[in-house]
């Protein structure tokens, strides 16, 4: 089983053209998780992404976009994610929409979530956008989210970044935390310390793969992932073993986040 765990909807749901371009670019896994995007209402948003991923559900899994501080967050609401959308799971905007992980609607909502076992993915890519509260992106506030809530299934987006070293110690510490490792081929040298530091650091179990389409492809991700080493044959740089590396592109990420297809 080889899963995307990140992947975003192109366009809107009439854009076959999209559609077809994420289709094309996912061909080499599994199956992909779809996470609805901070634009517009949430609600508007998370129905489109429903009405999409039924549309291939052969194929992808969607997660709904949630703002704790802004949106409905009772059991009602959130057990219909799952029950009536057929989202899988919730991603938060905490820099990009301006709350803290630990604000008090956001806990509020974990409670319910680990409940109902609806994994949340932080992504943080839109961290250093100008409006953006980089702060809040911080992997390290995450530590009280896991404590408190320990069965919690947590990803961790884009490793974190610009703080993977807080993210190695989150996911190293919490079993239900975990990273996703989204590649971007034109940033091997990134790509490479990631991976030797989570390998030093020993939690190379703890990532997921994703490519973060419409950014990335699928196919070129492995191959950047799978390659990397090929760059270290004239060095005395330490690698790591190609079957660990094989490990992360073939983890069964929707087993480890309790997702059903």
Known sequence: MIVDCHTHKPGSIADEAGASEHLQATGTVDVSIVLAEAKGKNEEVNKQLSEYVGKYKEKFIGFAVVDPVNDKIGAKSISAIPEKLGLKGAVFYCAGCGFHPTHSRAMRFYDTAQEVGLPVFFHNEDALLDEAVLSYAQPFLLDEVARTFPELKIVIGTMGVPFVDQTLAVIGKHKNVYADLTIQPNKVWQVYNMVVSAHENGVMD????????????????????????????????????????????????????????
């Open 206 to 261: 703890k990532m997921l793969f994703g490519s973060g389409f419409p950014y990335g492809n699928a196919g070129e991700c492995i191959e950047t992932l799978l390659g990397f080493n090929k760059l270290l044959a004239d060095t005395n740089l330490p690698t790591v073993r190609r079957g660990d590396i094989r490990n992360i592109i073939e983890r069964n990420t929707l087993e480890l986040l309790g997702v059903e297809r």
